[in-house]
């Protein structure tokens, strides 16, 4: 088998964390300020809906914002700016795992590409942009997101497309993820697939701590 020559990384839940989701803490502000004329249950609900679509490009993030505060009867002419706000505020506040500089670092001296796979409703500008506040911008060759890739993941055409950017074949390529059904969809795409901190038969291997990646026997040698 050949040496990997790429890695693709989840965004949330493998190259930074968030205290706490950003639909529940978008939902809970509006109850607080008192801006919702539904259950926070039903909100939320309809948040998640609407997001997992624009994941997909079936619906344009301005249309998710409309849409979402019509539904919730917040009836205000700046209603969409405002939740806007609050969705960039909350999806803004990240922590990058404590693995992620040293075991990209090591990887990127053996010579492999390195890009974030990623579900969002932000393109892939404004998720460079809270990389390089944190300083780790560098460390990535691709931040490559489902709004802008027409596809969300566990699709295998999402992973595909992935690899095409890159210019390395699917079966060259290692996705790290902690949604099993992620995993699934990558192994179906050919890539090579490991579970941070889950279980999934599927996966070739099984991690609890990011650092351990380096030591997976897919890479170049280190005197490579």
Not at 79 to 101: G, K, N, Y
Not at 141 to 147: A, E, G, H, T
């Amino acid at each position: 088998m050949k040496p990997a020559r790429a890695l693709a990384l989840d965004g949330h839940g493998v190259v930074y964390y968030r205290n706490r989701e950003v639909p529940e803490a978008v939902v809970d502000a509006l109850h607080r300020i008192g801006r919702l004329a539904v259950s926070r249950e039903t909100a939320l609900a309809r948040y998640l809906a609407l997001q997992d679509k624009v994941f997909s490009r079936e619906l344009e993030y301005r249309e998710m914002l409309q849409e979402f505060v019509r539904e919730v009867g917040w009836d205000s002419p700046s209603a969409p700016m405002e939740l806007h706000r609050f969705i960039q505020e909350f999806s803004a506040d990240i922590v990058i795992d404590p693995d992620l500089v040293p075991t990209l670092k090591t990887l990127r001296r053996r010579g492999i590409k390195v890009g974030m796979l990623t579900n969002s409703i932000h393109p892939a500008a404004t998720k460079i942009s809270w990389l390089r506040e944190r300083g780790v911008a560098e460390l990535f060759d691709l931040i490559y997101s489902s709004v802008e890739a027409g596809a969300k993941k566990p699709s295998p055409e999402i992973f595909r497309s992935f690899a095409r950017t890159l210019s390395v074949p699917p079966e060259e390529v290692v996705f790290v993820g902690h949604d099993p059904a992620e995993v699934q969809g990558a192994k179906r795409a050919g890539l090579r697939t490991v579970c941070l901190r889950c279980r999934c038969a599927e996966a070739d291997h099984t991690i609890d701590r990011l650092r351990q990646l380096v030591s997976l026997p897919y890479w170049p040698s280190a005197e490579l």
